[in-house]
């Protein structure tokens, strides 16, 4: 039987409130920023065209990721996550700052833009796992996953409003104004780090070794299963699943046939399903997410995919679907993976984490953008359906044979 308790819990911690708040309107004005920088590249150029670059931007920003995250996790366990995230929230207030000159200017052409998301997709390389790490650090564990399903919660919020404020932003006060709205919501983000404790680093500067430290990052989770099981359903959802919402844009404009208002809604109806689905996993207790089977979620995911592949208005609603079973999704291997590592490895273990997702859904994504310029994005989205259900089936299958093969063990 499932245990309830308060959702909001983890908020009377006094660290995890005064970054909790900031954070909340940081996510805001990035949701703003990314739709923005999406819907630009959409108009920069043709329809049959438009999917592969959003693709292009989305793996050169996870580029990033895939080269920097174990080291970045070794420099996470020896500076310490927060003056790596604070390092983070500055440099993406330049990029947004950058952003809005250009589009003012009337000069952003595609390299710039390419550019300028590869800055981005160096500083998400540190982020996601700093974030994480130093969630970890400024709350006991037993509120872990309730902090990570708060921050889900916000995230999501985030995802819901965010959209909606960009079409309205663009349609009174233009593309420009947009981004210099997210670069000054940073702000009080970085200033509440200044003033939160945490962990001190682990690791003393005597004690570094930056080729042994990461050696021992990557044999510490080769050597746990479950982590290894986590980062496998992980994989699959960041090349699968994750390009659901990173080309719904191409989809909003080609297969549902809307516009950035449009768009706005869908994005608003899966930020609404990720916040209900963040309240769930928040309101249970760490010991009940851990145990939580993540295939079923990426069954959901899948099959809410495949129903907008078969009928395009349905992603209003199914966007719904896909958010919460995505939120819960990450909040159960966000926090299996953090509750199986210890203090001095979480920053190398959250890097992996960051690796599989920051870098996985760049490329699922660009994969699959060249995919759609090829036979159309709504039929892609029936491919990734397909593969995500059928990854579910796959592994019910893999665990019945290994309990045929233990019974038959035990018999003889």
């Known amino acids: 039987m499932a245990k309830y308790s308060n959702p909001f819990r983890a908020l009377r911690n006094r660290n995890y409130f ?28 043709a329809e049959n065209k438009a999917a592969g670059f959003i693709g292009l931007i989305a793996f050169l920003k996870g580029l990033p990721t895939v080269v920097l995250s174990p080291a970045c996790g070794v420099i996470i366990d020896w500076f310490g996550p927060k003056n790596v995230l604070l390092f983070t929230q500055i ?11 250009l589009v003012h200017k009337n000069v952003l052409n595609a390299v710039q833009l390419l550019v300028l998301s590869v800055a981005m997709g ?19 564990k037993n509120l872990l996953s309730n902090a990570l399903a708060l921050h889900a919660m916000i995230f999501n919020f985030a995802r819901m409003i965010g959209p909606s404020i960009a079409g309205f932003v663009v349609e009174y006060r233009g593309l420009a104004f947009g981004f210099v709205v997210n670069a000054l919501t940073f702000v009080p983000l970085i200033v509440s780090l200044l003033f939160i404790k945490s962990e001190k680093p682990a690791h003393r500067r005597a004690q570094r070794d930056f ?17 290894l099981v986590t980062l496998l359903s992980s994989t699959i959802y960041a090349v699968f699943g994750m390009p659901y919402s990173m080309l719904m844009q191409a989809f909003a404009k080609s297969a549902v046939r809307t516009d950035l208002v449009g768009y706005g809604l869908i994005m608003g109806s899966m930020g609404l399903g990720a916040l209900a ?11 009940e997410v851990v ?25 209003y609603v199914m966007s719904f679907v896909n958010g919460a079973a995505q939120t819960i999704f990450f909040n159960t291997t966000n926090t299996r993976t953090q509750y199986l590592s210890p203090a001095n490895m979480r920053g190398r273990t959250m890097s992996l984490y960051a690796l599989i997702n920051n870098g996985g859904s760049p490329v699922g994504t660009f994969l699959f953008g060249l995919l759609g310029n090829a036979i159309g994005i709504r039929n892609t989205y029936g491919v990734l359906a397909f ?6 089936f796959v592994r019910k299958a893999v665990k019945s044979l290994q309990l045929d093969l233990q019974s038959l063990s035990q018999i003889r």
């Open 18 to 45: 005064i970054f909790w708040l900031p954070q909340s309107i940081s996510l805001i004005g990035t949701w703003i920023d990314t739709t923005l920088r999406g819907w630009v590249a959409v108009n920069l150029f």
């Open 91 to 101: 440099a993406d207030a330049l990029n947004a700052m950058l952003m809005a000159y």
């Open 122 to 140: 160096i500083s998400q390389a540190f982020y996601l796992p700093s974030r994480n790490s130093f969630i970890g650090s400024i709350v006991p």
């Open 211 to 227: 080729f042994s430290d990461l050696r021992a990052g990557v044999r510490y989770v080769v050597s746990s299963k479950a982590l």
């Open 277 to 287: 689905g963040a309240i769930f996993a928040g309101s249970l207790e760490i010991d």
């Open 291 to 315: 145990k939580f089977k993540e295939e079923y979620f990426i069954l959901w995911i899948g099959l809410s995919t495949l129903v907008s592949f078969l009928y395009p208005p349905a992603a």
């Open 387 to 392: 593969a995500m259900i059928a990854y579910f």
